[in-house]
């Protein structure tokens, strides 16, 4: 997901965001460990994506 698109959601709506892109990292982490993940690279994307969420997310509570 794009930092822009990111930045349209609410702080409520990107709450959410984070806690499934959490959920995700997790469960991709598991497959890598039981070697039942194809793609690595969706790891990775997906760890980027958690790090961008919350790197928008601790900008709003800065300003506030």
């Not at 039942?36 to 800065?62: F, G, M, S, Y």
Request: glycine share 0%; charged share 40%.
């Amino acid at each position: 997901m794009k930092p822009a698109d990111l930045r349209k959601l609410s702080d409520v709506e990107l709450d959410q965001r984070v806690l499934e892109i959490r959920d995700q990292v997790f469960d991709l982490r598991i497959k890598q460990a039981t070697q039942q993940l194809e793609k690595t690279a969706t790891l990775r994307q997906a760890k980027r994506d958690l790090a961008r969420a919350l790197t928008i997310q601790a900008e709003r509570k800065e300003k506030a």
